[in-house]
């Protein structure tokens, strides 16, 4: 869509009485309506197909007094009073006295799956499975829409696994995103009318005759405020939705009930995962509390200047109806669309991948349905996320903990990520994690074969997961929703390329944190990233600055401070023994460097004259340790190069490091340092002094 250049704009059609009687709703053959234009023009489709996928001039809500927007959310509150909660028990007594209508639900899942199953082993067995993959997709999108929204939610979570699914059941099952058959508009605007207690054109000045687009609790019409003008996108549920998924969850109950009793190779609570999935799809039901989901995310995320969050209009929203910002871009997996529009598809996956890894590791609250259909890619080039039904947090415990299990793969300590799972409570305290610990060397030190960014999650989900199956985890249910977002992006990654790593475009961030955030648990994990043996890694910290200044937040500044306060702490004495020697050995290095680049820099008569002292005695070490002490050299150099290169380098950054050794714990330090330096240059020159002529 384009917007128009007219002065005026002509609207839909509004299918709506222009009176109300009390208690019902009448509809009247379309009309069509002149209206003023407002600064930003608006062209609005009058096709009935939906669609996501042209792009559109994006319209921003203007500022409202808080106040105001406060009591119109309370307003908000109070209509959605009613709204219903997920309830095992309440479930239980519904439909546990309707055994026929539970039974033929069942029956209809058995026959719906069951045929395609069967029909798909018939394929195989005349080779045609090849041949017929387009069909069969065609097939399972079908029969998931006419199992209702429980189903239509399996076969989105399918849709974003090229994994898993041929390419063929990917298209047809991605037009479960936002393509399912509508409901009638009648029924629409009856609800909007009945939940907001207005007629309808006392509230929009346009509204799309049809959807724009169809989810599968609810679909999307696009109108224009009266009040205001400004133009929204408004989010209708359908009707009957409650009773459906009602049943399917009081059925998928009984069957985790069936699996925990007699399947012993699961050891995960399979009836606490499907409550926690209830609880979130019902939760998606509450679009009063979807709307303060989408305030929160907005609080947090969109302070990015790539990412754009919707605004809500509180005062046009209930529990079965959602008014927001008008958004409209780009599915993220419609990568010719994307590319279209001068867009680069790679650069938008990775937009998201970092903004996912601030959800899940920074704050901890994330989006845990963002299929393609709820992530859009704006004509600008950024990155908007939509549909705030089904949200999640991870534990400010288990988020320092996943990190330090990253950095503990990376070092290959077994025991390390064995004890992780205490963090991430998936074991017990008093579960011994001695047997773990081999069977994650024999995954990882294959894994591991490759360097860690060549990795991709699903290996890694499949490989610990092995190990889940044959030990005593307990797989909380936040982290399964976890795991399902992080599938999701790597399944939009694998669209835009096919060797594309999740975790090779994470680092930055992982390298960001370990080297800024002053969590003990990340400066533990920190020190043992640097120091192996009672030597420190200097090429690990060099790619740690390399990865972590392709994070637009990474700042020299920041990642001197955690290092600083750990070394002079009361707690830092084993720390201080490292870095001291370290500093001498560095010390000399960069010495000795400085000594074979002036005796280069000399003229070549000179040279005989400086090489016969005791200068050209130092120069004459073993050739083994000179190369170890000008590389040793050459790294830290490198890495005060990667700190003055950063963009955020400001000689400024050093005077906490001038205030710090004010303290009397860096003199001290400072002295040892010093004193060590001076014992081995004396010992080397004791050494060239002791020297025979001959040698």
């Not at 190779?265 to 989408?294: C, M, P």
């Amino acid at each position: 869509m384009a917007a128009s250049s007219s002065s005026t704009t002509t609207a839909l059609p509004l299918s709506i009485s222009s009176s109300r009687r009390p208690g019902r709703s009448r509809f009247r053959p379309a009309r069509a309506a002149v209206v003023e234009a407002r600064p930003v023009q608006l062209q609005v489709s009058d096709q009935s197909k939906p669609s996501t996928s042209s792009p559109v001039v994006m319209a921003s809500l203007g500022p409202r007094d808080r106040a105001e927007d406060m009591q119109a959310e309370a307003r908000a509150m109070a209509r959605a009073a009613n709204a219903s909660v997920y309830s095992p028990e309440f479930l239980a007594s519904r439909y546990g006295s309707q055994p026929f209508k539970v039974l033929g639900r069942a029956l209809d899942i058995l026959t719906g799956l069951g045929s395609f199953g069967l029909t798909l082993l018939l394929d195989q067995r005349r080779g045609e499975m090849n041949k017929l993959k387009r069909v069969r997709a065609i097939e399972l999108r079908s029969i998931f829409t006419r199992l209702g929204p429980t189903f239509v939610k399996i076969g989105q979570g399918l849709s974003t696994r090229p994994d898993i699914c041929p390419p063929e059941y990917l298209e047809e099952l991605s037009e479960l995103q936002d393509s399912l058959p509508t409901f009638p508009d009648s029924e629409a605007f009856a609800c909007i009318e009945s939940e907001l207690g207005l007629p309808l054109p006392s509230i929009y000045s346009q509204i799309s005759p049809s959807p724009m687009a169809a989810a599968s609790l609810g679909q999307v019409y696009k109108a224009r405020l009266k009040s205001s003008g400004e133009v929204v996108a408004v989010k209708v549920q359908r009707p009957g939705i409650e009773d459906a998924i009602g049943l399917d969850f009081y059925l998928l109950r009984g069957i985790g009930g069936l699996v925990n009793k007699y399947v012993d190779f699961i050891s995960s609570d399979v009836v606490a995962l499907i409550d926690e999935f209830a609880r979130r799809v019902y939760q998606e039901l509450n679009y009063v509390q979807e709307g303060q989901n989408a305030r929160r995310f907005r609080k947090l995320y969109a302070d990015k200047q790539d990412i754009i969050v919707p605004d809500i209009v509180w005062e046009y929203t209930s529990g079965k109806v959602l008014t927001m910002e008008w958004i409209q871009g780009v599915k993220l997996n419609q990568q010719a669309a994307i590319e279209s529009q001068g867009l680069n598809m790679l650069e938008l996956v990775n937009i998201g991948i970092q903004c996912s890894l601030r959800q899940l590791l920074e704050y901890g609250y994330f989006h845990a349905d963002p299929h393609p259909g709820n992530i859009l890619a704006t004509p600008e080039g950024k990155l908007a996320f939509l549909d705030f039904g089904m949200m999640s947090e991870t534990p400010e415990v288990a988020r320092v903990a996943i990190i330090g299990h990253v950095v503990h793969m990376v070092n290959r300590d077994y025991e390390a990520m064995a004890r992780d799972y205490y963090a991430l409570d998936f074991l017990d305290e008093d579960v011994d994690v001695s047997p773990i610990v081999p069977a994650l060397k024999g995954f990882f030190d294959d894994a591991l074969n490759s360097t860690v960014s060549e990795l991709n999650f699903k290996t890694i989900v499949d490989g610990l997961g092995n190990v889940l199956y044959q030990y005593p985890f307990n797989v909380p249910a936040y982290y399964a929703l976890i795991l399902r977002s992080l599938t999701v992006l790597e399944g939009l990654a694998l669209y835009a390329d096919p060797n594309f790593k999740v975790l090779a475009a994470s680092y930055p961030y992982f390298a960001k944190r370990l080297l800024t955030d002053p969590d003990p648990y990340l400066r533990d994990a920190l020190i043992e990233l640097l120091f192996k043996d009672g030597k420190f890694r200097w090429n690990r910290l060099e790619n740690l600055l390399v990865q972590g200044k392709k994070d637009q937040d990474f700042t020299t500044k920041e990642a001197l401070q955690p290092v600083l306060k750990l070394l002079l702490g009361p707690d830092g004495e084993e720390i201080r023994v490292l870095v001291i020697k370290e500093a001498i050995r560095v010390s000399e290095a960069v010495a000795f460097g400085a000594m074979v680049d002036a005796y280069n820099s000399v003229p070549d008569f000179v040279k005989p004259v400086v090489g016969g002292g005791v200068v050209g005695g130092l120069l004459k070490l073993r050739e083994d340790e000179r190369d170890a002490m000008m590389e040793l050299r050459g790294t830290v150099l490198r890495i005060w190069g990667l700190l003055r290169a950063s963009d955020s380098f400001d000689p400024t950054i050093l005077q906490p490091i001038l205030q710090v050794l004010q303290q009397p714990e860096a003199r001290v330090l400072g002295s040892r340092v010093a004193g060590g330096i001076t014992q081995r240059f004396a010992a080397r020159l004791l050494q060239q002094l002791l020297r025979s002529p001959s040698q």
